[in-house]
């Protein structure tokens, strides 16, 4: 987490605390995770150091692909999170249904950060 902008790391810090049991995600624009947090291990079965080497498409279901493409693009018009819902693929290959925001954050150096907070629905 110490590579990302201060203040993408606060709203992490504050994202987890206003929801412990959330999954907090950042990744770029090329869809590389830069954090997952710890509990990804209980909902999808990698950890967060395995998520940092993957690509975002593994995760997503496929169904899903063109959809978070397109929600990706919408959000760095907005100034708030967009809510949306998609499907997850866990290391086993089941799906998991989650709901939640996705934010755009664009830093100094001009690279692009999305920021989702989900809980998977039950």
Same mark, same amino acid.
């Given at each position: 987490?110490?590579?990302?902008? +201060?203040? /993408? ?5 504050? $994202?987890? @605390?206003?929801?412990?049991? !959330?999954?907090? @995600? ?5 869809? #590389? #995770?830069?954090? !997952? +947090? ?9 950890? !967060?150091?395995? $998520?940092?080497? /993957? ?5 997503? &279901?496929? @169904? #899903?692909?063109? %959809? ?5 693009? /919408?959000?760095?018009? #907005? *100034? %708030?999170?967009?809510?949306?819902? +998609?499907?997850? /693929? ?16 664009? &830093?100094?150096? *001009? ?8 809980? !998977?629905?039950?």
């Amino acid at each position: 987490m110490s590579r990302l902008p +201060s203040r /993408i790391t606060k709203l992490i810090e504050e $994202l987890e @605390a206003q929801d412990p049991d !959330a999954l907090v @995600a950042v990744f770029d624009a090329l869809g #590389y #995770y830069h954090y !997952a +947090s710890a509990n990804h291990q209980e909902i999808l079965d990698y950890t !967060a150091d395995e $998520l940092l080497k /993957i690509h975002l498409s593994k995760i997503v &279901d496929p @169904a #899903y692909h063109h %959809r978070a493409f397109v929600l990706r693009t /919408i959000s760095v018009f #907005y *100034d %708030r999170p967009i809510r949306f819902s +998609s499907n997850l /693929i866990t290391k086993a290959g089941h799906r998991v249904q989650v709901a939640g925001t996705l934010q755009h954050f664009r &830093d100094p150096g *001009d690279e692009r950060f999305f920021i989702t907070f989900v809980r !998977a629905e039950v």
